[in-house]
Protein backbone atom coordinates (compact mmCIF):
# COMPACT_ATOMS: atom_id res chain seq x y z
CA UNK A 1 0.00 0.00 0.00
CA UNK A 2 1.26 3.53 -0.30
CA UNK A 3 0.22 6.95 1.38
CA UNK A 4 0.61 10.25 0.38
CA UNK A 5 1.20 12.55 3.47
CA UNK A 6 0.74 16.67 2.42
CA UNK A 7 1.86 19.67 4.59
CA UNK A 8 1.99 23.30 5.00
CA UNK A 9 -1.49 24.38 4.05
CA UNK A 10 -2.83 26.90 6.11
CA UNK A 11 -4.87 30.66 6.47
CA UNK A 12 -2.65 33.23 4.65
CA UNK A 13 -3.37 36.90 3.62
CA UNK A 14 -3.47 38.09 -0.30
CA UNK A 15 -0.41 38.36 -1.55
CA UNK A 16 1.31 35.84 0.52
CA UNK A 17 2.97 32.53 0.03
CA UNK A 18 2.59 28.97 0.93
CA UNK A 19 4.81 25.84 0.26
CA UNK A 20 3.19 22.69 0.04
CA UNK A 21 4.93 19.17 1.09
CA UNK A 22 3.69 15.82 -0.31
CA UNK A 23 5.35 12.41 0.53
CA UNK A 24 4.63 8.76 -0.69
CA UNK A 25 5.40 5.99 1.34
CA UNK A 26 4.85 2.57 1.08
CA UNK A 27 6.05 -0.94 -0.66
CA UNK A 28 6.72 0.34 -4.22
CA UNK A 29 9.94 0.92 -6.83
CA UNK A 30 8.89 3.34 -9.03
CA UNK A 31 6.80 6.53 -9.50
CA UNK A 32 5.75 8.42 -12.74
CA UNK A 33 4.54 11.72 -12.83
CA UNK A 34 3.59 13.90 -9.53
CA UNK A 35 0.99 16.90 -9.18
CA UNK A 36 -1.38 18.84 -7.35
CA UNK A 37 -4.63 19.39 -7.59
CA UNK A 38 -7.26 21.90 -5.98
CA UNK A 39 -11.08 21.69 -5.16
CA UNK A 40 -13.07 24.56 -3.74
CA UNK A 41 -16.66 24.45 -2.75
CA UNK A 42 -18.66 23.50 -5.56
CA UNK A 43 -16.29 23.10 -8.02
CA UNK A 44 -15.01 20.36 -9.65
CA UNK A 45 -11.51 19.12 -8.84
CA UNK A 46 -8.93 20.78 -11.30
CA UNK A 47 -5.36 20.47 -12.11
CA UNK A 48 -2.73 22.74 -10.64
CA UNK A 49 0.35 21.35 -11.84
CA UNK A 50 2.33 18.05 -12.68
CA UNK A 51 6.19 17.23 -12.69
CA UNK A 52 7.77 14.24 -14.36
CA UNK A 53 9.83 11.73 -12.91
CA UNK A 54 12.27 13.85 -15.50
CA UNK A 55 11.51 17.17 -14.21
CA UNK A 56 9.27 18.57 -16.90
CA UNK A 57 6.51 20.57 -15.52
CA UNK A 58 3.27 21.92 -16.59
CA UNK A 59 0.89 24.67 -15.22
CA UNK A 60 -3.06 25.53 -15.00
CA UNK A 61 -2.83 29.02 -17.06
CA UNK A 62 -4.38 30.43 -13.45
CA UNK A 63 -1.24 29.36 -11.59
CA UNK A 64 1.66 30.29 -14.37
CA UNK A 65 4.16 32.33 -13.04
CA UNK A 66 3.10 32.35 -9.44
CA UNK A 67 3.30 28.78 -8.51
CA UNK A 68 6.30 26.41 -8.93
CA UNK A 69 6.01 22.25 -8.71
CA UNK A 70 9.46 20.90 -7.66
CA UNK A 71 10.07 17.17 -6.68
CA UNK A 72 13.12 15.28 -4.74
CA UNK A 73 13.07 11.58 -6.21
CA UNK A 74 15.59 10.43 -3.46
CA UNK A 75 12.68 11.43 -1.02
CA UNK A 76 9.84 10.51 -3.03
CA UNK A 77 8.66 13.94 -2.17
CA UNK A 78 6.80 16.59 -4.61
CA UNK A 79 6.77 20.47 -3.53
CA UNK A 80 4.21 23.29 -4.37
CA UNK A 81 5.51 26.49 -3.58
CA UNK A 82 2.62 29.21 -4.28
CA UNK A 83 3.29 32.99 -4.23
CA UNK A 84 1.18 36.38 -4.84
CA UNK A 85 -1.88 33.93 -3.72
CA UNK A 86 -5.31 35.51 -3.84
CA UNK A 87 -8.76 34.51 -2.27
CA UNK A 88 -9.57 32.44 -5.60
CA UNK A 89 -6.92 30.11 -4.59
CA UNK A 90 -8.56 28.66 -1.66
CA UNK A 91 -9.25 25.53 -1.74
CA UNK A 92 -8.45 22.14 -0.54
CA UNK A 93 -5.55 20.87 -2.70
CA UNK A 94 -4.61 17.38 -3.23
CA UNK A 95 -1.00 15.30 -4.42
CA UNK A 96 -1.29 12.74 -6.80
CA UNK A 97 1.35 10.08 -7.27
CA UNK A 98 0.53 8.69 -10.79
CA UNK A 99 1.88 5.31 -12.42
CA UNK A 100 3.21 3.59 -8.96
CA UNK A 101 4.41 0.76 -9.31
CA UNK A 102 4.65 -2.14 -6.68
CA UNK A 103 7.69 -4.40 -6.73
CA UNK A 104 5.51 -7.59 -8.07
CA UNK A 105 3.56 -5.42 -10.36
CA UNK A 106 3.49 -5.06 -14.28
CA UNK A 107 1.88 -2.19 -14.38
CA UNK A 108 1.50 0.86 -11.63
CA UNK A 109 -1.81 2.72 -10.23
CA UNK A 110 -2.60 6.65 -9.14
CA UNK A 111 -2.75 7.58 -5.57
CA UNK A 112 -4.55 10.57 -3.77
CA UNK A 113 -3.55 12.36 -0.55
CA UNK A 114 -6.26 13.26 1.79
CA UNK A 115 -5.77 16.82 0.73
CA UNK A 116 -4.68 19.76 2.92
CA UNK A 117 -6.91 23.01 3.03
CA UNK A 118 -5.65 26.54 1.63
CA UNK A 119 -7.54 29.74 2.48
CA UNK A 120 -6.75 33.03 1.66
CA UNK A 121 -7.91 35.83 3.21
CA UNK A 122 -8.48 39.30 1.44
Known amino acids: QVQLVESGGGLVQAGGSLRLSCVASGNFVSINGMGWYRQAPGNERELVAT???????NYADSVKGRFTISRDNAKNTVYLQMDSLNSEDTAVYYC????????????????WGQGTQVTVSS
Open 96 to 111: NAQNVRAPWAIVGRDY
Open 51 to 57: ITSGGST
